[in-house]
């Protein structure tokens, strides 16, 4: 398939949980998450509008497995949004490990959206919890601002970042993903059913460098 690059204006460049917890040393390590900050400062500067993205539950969040008695993390419960794959605790609001990447240049961001902060839900999208339903204002704030288009990058390929490219399609945004600026956690098969269904949904794949040399 032919490659389309978007053009600078409209295009937002959505960076999913660049946090300490996501990458090598963190509670929740995503193999090789710490390989993208680099990938991701540089691709920064080819875009108008920078966006991030901040997971952030409090301490006993139902997404840990350590809140349900004999589950181990990457077990799964049945929510009552659906089933909920369990993790070591991570990204607890206020610790260092819920601090962003030390090295990804946050200053150019001009939204900061945090997730998962309600007890009871688990959200791994940008756009929607994962009841599918309880929206985090993204896309009226991207409405707002003339925004159509979303380069999507970060951790972690097969959750959050495949479920806000998916929900950035559904809400009606062209959505790209960088290959290259993001990993994946890949418990159980999920990274190639990621994008899979990326693939499906209309996701187009870049790679960083098909936007830096359009820049
Ligand atoms: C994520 C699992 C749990 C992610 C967040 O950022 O992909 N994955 N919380
Ligand atoms: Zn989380």
Redesign the pocket.
Known sequence: MERVIPTIAMRALLV??VQND?CPGGA?PVPEGDVVVPVINELMAAFDHVVLTQ?WHPEGHH?FASSHAGKGPYDTVEMDYGEQVL?PD?CVQGTAGADFHPDLNTTRAELIIRKGFRPEIDS?SAFFENDQETPTGLTGYLRERGIDTLVVVG??TD??VKWSALDGCEQGFTVHVVEDATRG?DTNGSLAAAWDAMHEAGVQVLEAEDLLQAA
């Open positions: 999913i949980d996501f929740l997971d997404s993790w991570h791994y951790l972690a959750f959050c956690i």
